[in-house]
């Protein structure tokens, strides 16, 4: 115990960070999907966990389908937007019909959906580890000021403020998101204006899991994707929109970086408790400010 | 449940479900007297919940903390401490009532679906503190083999004791349901504004509800331990949260015995259903579903009714 601290390096601190900023990156993308959800439709959506992994394996499943370099690419595009109607029918079919719910009621029934689709994935893809080899282009590290770096994780880096400048586009500058944020606030009334409510809950809903699935399918070629990666990264998305504020995209983001940066730098102070950090940090912002940090739509 | 006249008829009921219980040993197989005390320990946890979900209004979403602690106390007293055996079971309960009291010193401030995120996210640091700490609770593997004091291991001891604290633990409740505090609890889950404008101290009741469900669910955690002789970090892991939270839906939540019901469907169903196939989970998903749009009014619609809130979709939306 003696010294522990000191033990850390400059440099090495510095490398957790990178590492843990690339890891913000899909919690933020995850996070920000399911604040999305949160905030306009006010559905405690525990079933985005299971969008996340359904995205991973999807990935899996397509990069090895097409095959080659551009399996990867194909991927990428291809398990989100599969997410994304998988979503959409979900929506469509049954939850348009329970919004008017209490949301304990809601909370129940997303998390009905985990189960299925827990199961579901199970019975598709098997309990077995899948992975996803990155592409050519990614392997290896570039130096950032002396620094290893994985390329990946830098690509990774690019792809969180690209997510987080085309969310802030579409909730502040495009009619739908301008309507999301009125229904958000009033829902009765843009219906009496004449907008279709309806279907702009499905649009954002649709997102928020398009987000999840996006999540998912960047998480894959960095780590095993197995069951049970729909459990750990839904708590961790909650956790990252509470101490964000319910609904607030930008506090999804710092909520991220919190929960990104001390799991990075918990690893290097205590390997063993590294996963009790963030919790424990949240829940230390959480005493004091019990509604976010960032105020909530709500 | 409007009067508590003593009714001969009432009298009767119980004493003859006490007796078939007692009896259940001589003519059921090991197993089933097995899978009986685990009913009895679920459902006790049901209603622990129940008391303040549904008879208190509060989203409590993670309540399968206070039943792991319970477990874990016991666990470690048992295997690592040199006290006598039966001071762990007096403290676990204990302690998980003194966690209830802390988590709820924090959530109280809030209501409703920002009560329950704040204390999945406590729950969620609990769970991840055991789920990691190796050389104090076993870390994911947990502790089994938990010596457990003789009179438990002989021949169904572990099962009278399950059905004697359970039956005891449900008597209690049941009174504190029905007491005057029970009452004020039930009025504040209706409409706590009032409550608080004739002079209720809301959070306070709302303190000591949750200090009550932790101890009766530290006390299945003792139970669990009792029966099972093993502990592991997924007694406190959030998907168990859900799963009572289900047991009282599917028994219905605003009466007494309903959690209790809704846990003897579900731990019967998952046995049998999991003799069949390995997807129960996708089956119970399934349930769920129909349960929720097939039976809506049946359980969420009295405390909209009493809250006067039916009228249509932004009511619902008051936290």
Redesign the interface.
Request: no cysteine; net charge positive.
């Given at each position: 115990m003696h010294g522990f601290i000191s033990q850390i390096s400059l440099p090495s601190l510095l490398q957790q960070i990178l590492v843990g900023l690339s890891r913000t990156t899909i919690l933020f993308i995850v996070a920000s999907g399911l604040s999305l959800v949160l905030g306009v439709l006010?559905i405690?959506n525990?079933a985005h966990g299971s969008f996340y992994m359904i995205g991973a394996f999807l990935t899996y499943s397509v990069a090895a389908a097409v095959g080659g370099k551009a399996g990867f690419w194909v991927a990428m595009v291809a398990a989100p937007i599969g997410v994304a109607l998988i979503s959409l029918v979900m929506e469509r079919g049954?939850f348009c019909?329970?919004?008017?719910?209490?949301?304990?009621?809601l909370?129940?029934?997303t998390?009905?959906?985990?189960?299925?689709f827990?199961?579901?994935v199970?019975?598709i893809w098997g309990s077995d580890f899948r992975s996803v080899s990155i592409p050519p282009v990614f392997q290896g590290s570039l130096s950032i000021f002396g620094l290893p770096l994985p390329r990946y994780n830098l690509f990774l880096l690019v792809i969180g403020p690209l997510v987080a400048l085309g969310l802030w586009i579409l909730t502040q500058k495009t009619k739908i998101g301008k309507i999301a944020r009125a229904a958000a606030v009033?829902?009765?009334m843009v219906g009496a204006v004449g907008i279709n409510v309806s279907l702009v809950f499905s649009a954002v809903f649709v997102i928020g899991c398009f987000l999840a699935g996006l999540g998912g399918a960047l998480v894959a070629p960095t780590q095993n994707i197995t069951q049970g990666m729909d459990?750990s990264i839904i708590?961790e998305a909650?956790?990252i929109v509470?101490?964000g504020g319910l609904g607030n995209i930008w506090g999804a983001l710092l909520g991220a970086l919190i929960f990104g940066l001390t799991d990075a730098v918990g690893i290097l102070l205590w390997p063993?408790?590294a996963?009790?950090f963030p919790?424990?940090v949240?829940?230390t912002i959480?005493?004091f400010r019990?509604?976010g940090l960032l105020k909530s739509t709500? | 449940m409007p009067d508590q006249k003593i009714d001969v008829q009432k009298i009767f009921w119980v004493m003859g479900i006490g007796l078939l219980f007692l009896l259940l040993p001589r003519f059921l197989p090991r197993f089933y007297v097995y899978l009986t005390a685990l009913i009895l320990l679920t459902g006790l946890l049901a209603t622990s919940l129940n008391l303040v979900l549904g008879f208190g209004g509060m989203?409590q979403?993670h309540h399968a903390v206070f039943y792991g602690v319970g477990a874990y106390s016991l666990a470690l007293m048992l295997t690592k401490s040199g006290l006598p055996v039966w001071t762990g079971f007096i403290a676990a309960p204990l302690i998980s009532a003194i966690v209830g009291y802390i988590i709820g010193l924090?959530c109280v401030?809030?209501s409703?679906?920002?009560f329950?995120?704040?204390q999945?996210?406590?729950g969620?640091?609990v769970w991840?503190?055991v789920?990691?700490?190796?050389s104090f609770t076993g870390g994911d593997d947990g502790i089994h083999g938990i010596p457990l004091p003789k009179i438990l291991s002989v021949s169904h001891g572990a099962y009278y004791f399950t059905l004697i604290i359970t039956a005891i633990s449900l008597y209690l409740m049941f009174r504190i349901v029905h007491s005057p505090f029970g009452r004020t609890f039930q009025a504040i889950r209706d409409n706590p504004e009032r409550c608080e404008a004739i002079g209720i101290h809301v959070r306070r009741h709302q303190l000591a509800g949750e200090v009550i469900a932790g101890f009766f669910a530290g006390i299945a955690g003792t139970l669990f331990v009792t029966v099972e002789a093993s502990v592991f970090p997924d007694l406190m892991?959030?998907?168990l949260s859900?799963e009572i939270?289900?047991m009282c839906?599917l028994g219905g939540w605003f009466t007494f015995f309903g959690p209790m019901l809704g846990a003897a469907i579900m731990v019967i169903l998952r046995t049998f259903v999991g003799i069949y196939t390995e997807?129960w989970?996708?089956i119970?998903?399934?349930v769920?579903?129909l349960l929720?749009?097939f039976m809506?009014d049946g359980?969420?619609g009295m405390?909209?009714k009493a809250g006067g809130r039916g009228d249509?979709?932004?009511g619902?939306?008051r936290?």
């Open positions: 006010r405690p525990l049954l019909h329970l919004y008017d719910r209490e949301h304990l009621m909370l129940l029934f998390f009905s959906f985990t189960l299925v827990g199961d579901l199970k019975i009033d829902r009765e459990h708590m909650f956790l509470i101490v063993q408790f996963i009790v919790y424990a949240v829940v959480l005493m019990p509604r709500w | 989203y979403f924090i401030r809030l409703k679906l920002y329950g995120m704040l999945i996210s406590l969620s640091l991840a503190i789920f990691r700490w190796y892991f959030w998907t859900l939270l289900i839906l997807y989970t996708l119970l998903g399934i769920l579903m929720i749009f809506p359980v969420l405390i909209q249509g979709v932004k619902n939306h936290l």
